[in-house]
Every structure is written in C-alpha cells, then in structure tokens.
C-alpha cells in the first residue's frame, strides 16, 4: 500500500493516509478494490535521493555464529588456551565469569582472494567469494540474550513493539512489481527467537508486514485460485461494499485499507508467485552452485530459499529474509553451548555454500550491485569457555562480533573495526544495529531520519533517534 507523504527538505514532515488522500479525491473503498485488482502501474515511492541499491537479501544466521572462528583471526586465543581469563575479561555483555577459559579456534584461518580478508576452513564457500565481502568484525549488541537481540537486529528495538526493518523499506519503498508484495520471508519451517514480531508491521500499515513463503511444501497457502477470475472479481467487490460500509462508520479505518490492500496483492500474486517460486525451470549448473541436489535435506531446503531470493529481488521484490532451517530439536540453529566443532559445522554445510552461490549468481547476472546481501547473526559467540573438552562450546556474546554485506555499493574485499586481541570487545570503530539500518537505507536512497511514521504522539523511526550513515563502509 502506498503512502503519500511530503519529503520537505531538512524537515519531518506529515504522512498523509491512504484514506485521506482517497477522500479528498473522492473515491470510496469499493474503487479502491476495482482499482487495485486491474492495477498494473508500480506501486513505486520515489526514494529521498538516488539510490545505489535497490533490493535487500537479509541471511539471517539465527542462534550467533561464532566471530571468532569465522572472520575474526585471533591467534592469541590457542596460545592461551586453558588458562583463565581473570575478572579483567568479566563482561554483562557476554556469559562470563573469572574461572573461564580462553578457547582457540578449532579450524584453520587463511587470508584469501586479493584482498587477503582472514575466512576459516568452516567457510570454504564463502572464501572463494571473500573479495566480495564487506566484514564488520566491530558489532555491538545490548543484551546477550536470543530473543532481544534478534528484535534489535530486526526491528532496532530489544523489546519489540516495531516495525522490522523489511516493513520500514517496503513503507518507504513500496514494490517494484504490482504483482508481488514488497517484503518476503522464506521461512525453513519455524520462527526464530523473538518470535513473529521479527517480521511484523507493528503500528505500520498491516500491508508491509512480510508475506511467507515456505521451504517445504506448497510456498504460500491458498496461491491456486479454486473460482475462475471473474468469480474472484466479484467475490472483492462485495468485499470492498461491506469494508466500504463498515470504514464509514470507524474513526480510523486504516485496519479496513491495510485488510483491503492485501487483498488487491494476494489476488495479483496468484499470476506471479507460483512462476517465482518455481526452481525448477533453472538450469542444472545453478541447481548443483547453490546446492540443492545435496543430500542433506537440510541444505536442499535452505537452498531452494537462496535461489527463490535471487528469483524474487529478479522480480521486483525490495526486501527478502531467509532464516536458517533448524535440526536435532535445536531452537537457534547457530546457538552452540556445546559441540562446537560439530553444530558449527553442520550449521556451515547447510548454508554457506547457498550464501556464497547467491553472491555468485547476483554477481553474474549484474545484480549484485544493486542487491544487498547481509549475512549476520543476532550476536557472537564467547571466546571463552567453561572447561575445554571435545564437546566444548561457546556462549553469548555481543560486546563484539562479525556480519558481512555484499553489492548495493559496499566495499569489497574489506574488513572494517577490530576486536580486542582475543575477541572479547570491540576496541576499534564499534557499529551499533542502529548504525547498519542507517547505513543499508541510505543505500536504498533512504534518510533514515526522514522515514517516519507518526504514531502514539511523536514520530517513529527505525533507528529511533541514534544511528549514523558509516560511509567507510561505502563505495565513493
């Protein structure tokens, strides 16, 4: 749903409601149905200012994966392995105390591609692509708890209650394509820590909340139309006349535009997204790059989700999310307190082969430019330990730990900020969640203080009132 807004230079400015702008027009909600349902035109906003991204692809890594046995080298940890870390290491922001040791890196880093970016054996995928990433090894969170830090990375609030950042662009943004919505999950079967609200609206507009598309299965319910279209037509029109009456008689009829908007978009969907969704009209080579003739059940599902995210970014779609597939009854697929080695490894044989695909195939087809890809996790993972032995793990942490981004004009081939000689801390250009929202929607041609939305008596915002553009992270 489109919302008209002014965009006054240097000043926040009203939105104008849907409602507000058909009433001055004088159209009622049963035009608005007809309109929406022959609609062909985009429902495009335009930006703030040109954008050098277009779309996001958002790998979330849910559970943390370890920074230090990914991207962050930290020699010092097997040189000092075993011994304890003393009440100088002790942090709120990590599980932490002075009788833990400090643990090395089970697998072997190397510095790779030209650049010469530290990437682990965990990740041999993803090292072959290491020139075109963009490593933050300096992120920080506030609690070293799932839930929390997934609505933070998601929504910018550790308590919920607010839009996620693909309901802000697709507010912001609208979709490129009528036919689809703006914002997509590709879910792998469950929801992450924090729950629906990761993907939710919140007091935005209920039409930019994410619409599911699911591994396993049929990838989006009731998508098969069971009356011919001109029965369907009907059917909303004499929708459209009861929400017409019903708006009539409420003082905010917004839940009416919203239910009506997604109504206009599941009735265009039924064209496109069985068409999209459908993988199987890719050639075999692009099957076999991202993985889905793997024998792990697992890694074909997750990559069937990364080749529908190129598909659906292809199509027009502004923001895609894909979560990880969970197994062995673990509720945060990267959440390792235990086997490491083992659960770290298996995590990485699922997905990074799809995630390095998926910048491959982005790259090949011109793409990525425009394209941002963000693979990150909600934290990071304790450099320290409890007691080393084979089925030794790590715990939360996010006084500093590892994302990276690739295309929408983010360096590549960089690593940006350091942790301490251990990994504990981040000791060199720290960046909050609030300072990569601003930065990904500036990409997108988005003032991240003039993305507003007035609600409960003051303007709202994803980063809410912090957060800064980092253009070292940018390409000139």
Not at 23 to 50: E, K, N
Not at 64 to 76: I, L, N, Q, R
Not at 278 to 288: A, C, G
Not at 312 to 330: H, Q, W, Y
Request: with cysteine.
């Amino acid at each position: 749903m489109t919302h008209w807004r002014h965009t006054c230079p240097g000043a926040v400015c009203p939105v104008q409601t849907r409602r507000g702008f058909l009433q001055q027009a004088s159209a009622g909600f049963g035009m608005l149905a007809f309109q929406g349902m022959t609609a062909t035109a985009s429902a495009t906003v335009a930006p703030h200012f040109p954008a050098r991204a277009r779309s996001v692809i958002f790998c979330f890594m849910d559970g943390g994966p370890s920074h230090v046995d990914t991207f962050d080298y930290k020699p010092m940890l097997k040189k000092h392995q075993g011994q304890a870390i003393g009440s100088r290491w002790v942090s709120k922001k990590s599980q932490s105390d002075a009788s833990r040791v400090w643990f090395g890196c089970p697998w072997e880093f190397k510095q790779r591609g030209e650049s010469g970016l530290w990437v682990s054996d965990l990740f041999p995928r993803t090292a072959e692509v290491a020139d075109k990433l963009c490593v933050v090894r300096s992120m920080v969170g506030e609690l070293p708890l799932h839930g929390q830090s997934s609505l933070l990375m998601h929504t910018g609030r550790s308590i919920g209650l607010a839009p996620s950042m693909g309901a802000w662009v697709s507010y912001g943004l609208g979709t490129e394509n009528a036919n689809l919505p703006a914002y997509v999950l590709l879910n792998n079967d469950w929801v992450p820590n924090g729950g629906l609200e990761n993907f939710g609206s919140s007091f935005l507009p209920a039409s930019h909340q994410a619409t599911v598309m699911r591994a396993k299965g049929s990838p989006v319910d009731n998508i098969a139309p069971l009356d011919p279209r001109d029965v369907q037509r009907k059917k909303l029109a004499l929708l459209s006349d009861v929400d017409r009456e019903f708006g009539q008689t409420t003082s905010d009829a917004s839940a009416i535009e919203s239910a009506i908007a997604n109504y206009e978009t599941a009735f265009r969907m039924q064209m496109t997204v069985p068409d999209v969704a459908d993988i199987s009209k890719e050639p075999e080579h692009i099957h076999r790059l991202y993985g889905i003739d793997s024998s792990d059940e697992h890694q074909r599902y997750y990559a069937s989700q990364a080749l529908r995210a190129r598909r659906l970014v292809e199509a027009g779609v502004r923001f895609v999310e894909i979560t990880c597939p969970s197994f062995d009854g673990n509720n945060s697929p990267w959440d390792q307190h235990g086997q490491l080695k083992v659960l770290h490894e298996k995590n990485a044989r699922v997905t990074e082969q799809s995630v390095a695909a998926l910048i491959t195939d982005l790259d090949q087809r011109g793409l990525l430019d425009e394209t941002i890809v963000v693979w990150a996790g909600e934290m990071g993972r304790t450099p320290h330990t409890g007691a080393i032995s084979e089925n030794t793990g790590r715990d939360h942490h996010v006084s500093g730990f590892s994302i990276f981004l690739a295309g929408g004009g983010f360096k590549r081939g960089i690593a940006y900020g350091e942790t301490d000689e251990f990994g504990a801390n981040a000791v060199l250009n720290p960046l909050t969640m609030h300072d990569l929202h601003a930065t990904i929607l500036h990409q997108l041609g988005l003032n991240h203080e003039r993305l507003t939305f007035r609600y409960g008596g003051r303007d709202h915002r994803l980063t809410d009132v912090h957060g800064v553009v980092v253009n070292d992270l940018l390409d000139a």
